[in-house]
């Protein structure tokens, strides 16, 4: 069965280093999202994407954050300067479309540890 | 506003049955899905209702009503490897955004 997958597993970094956190959405999905989840809260939305550009952004997704899909496969996010609250766990999903009987298919995330 | 409200916590016992409620107030609504979520992995999705009315998925049902934006997610013959949080999630309307609750932890003992 298809899935989504996400690189690397586990990110430390210090303080106001960039990071880019890496997925692959399931090959035939043409709607690609980002969603964060502090540790013992709510999973949030951060964004989500289609034909290479944003199409929705919530609050969270300041001008410290992007999105890119550099090729036919990789959808990546990055952080330019992380802070001590961006230590969540970042999921990567997909979707076949925004059809609301489309599922948003979750990847196994990447554990972001700000120090 | 948007308000997404699931009880924190359940403890049911193997083999029975248990119903987790979910009610919501949010800007909009395209449909109601529910995940799973073990602890340190990813959502992952159980069942979704656009329509009022049951779903049923082998053990797992869920039951819409739009008009009183209420949700409940069943599970029947409960199994120690149902121990999760169980996650409602609203799609809003014209957007692509899933707007989470905050998870019901249940904890089946044997």
């Known amino acids: 069965e298809p899935e989504v997958t996400q690189t690397p597993s586990h990110q430390v970094t210090q303080m106001g280093q960039e990071v880019i956190l890496r997925c692959v959405p399931i090959?035939?999905?043409?709607?690609f999202y980002w969603y964060r989840q502090i540790l013992g809260q709510k999973v949030e939305f951060l964004v989500s994407?289609?034909?290479?550009?944003?199409?929705?952004k919530s609050e969270i997704f300041d001008d410290q954050f992007s999105v890119e899909r550099p090729d036919g496969s990789n959808f990546t996010l990055k952080i330019r300067s992380t802070k001590l609250e961006d230590s969540a766990m970042y999921f990567c999903?997909?979707?076949?479309?925004?059809?609301?009987?489309?599922?948003?298919?979750f990847g196994p995330g990447t554990r972001l540890t700000v120090l | 506003g948007q308000n997404i409200d699931q009880p924190t916590e359940m403890t049911a016992t193997e083999g029975a049955i248990v119903q987790i409620n979910c009610t919501y107030q949010?800007?909009?609504?395209?449909?109601l899905f529910w995940y799973q979520q073990h602890a340190g992995e990813a959502p992952t999705f159980l069942s979704y209702?656009?329509?009022?009315g049951l779903e049923e998925k082998g053990r797992f049902s869920s039951f819409l009503s739009r008009s009183k934006g209420y949700s409940y997610l069943l599970l029947k013959e409960l199994q120690m490897k149902d121990s999760a949080s169980y996650l409602c999630?609203?799609?809003?309307?014209?957007?692509?955004?899933?707007?989470f609750g905050t998870g019901t932890r249940l904890l089946v003992s044997p």
């Open positions: 090959s035939n999905h043409l709607y």
């Open positions: 999630a609203v799609l809003q309307n014209g957007f692509q955004k899933l707007v």
């Open positions: 994407f289609y034909n290479n550009e944003i199409s929705e």
């Open positions: 999903a997909s979707s076949e479309s925004t059809v609301s009987t489309d599922t948003q298919y």
């Open positions: 209702n656009v329509l009022d």
């Open positions: 949010t800007s909009g609504f395209n449909g």
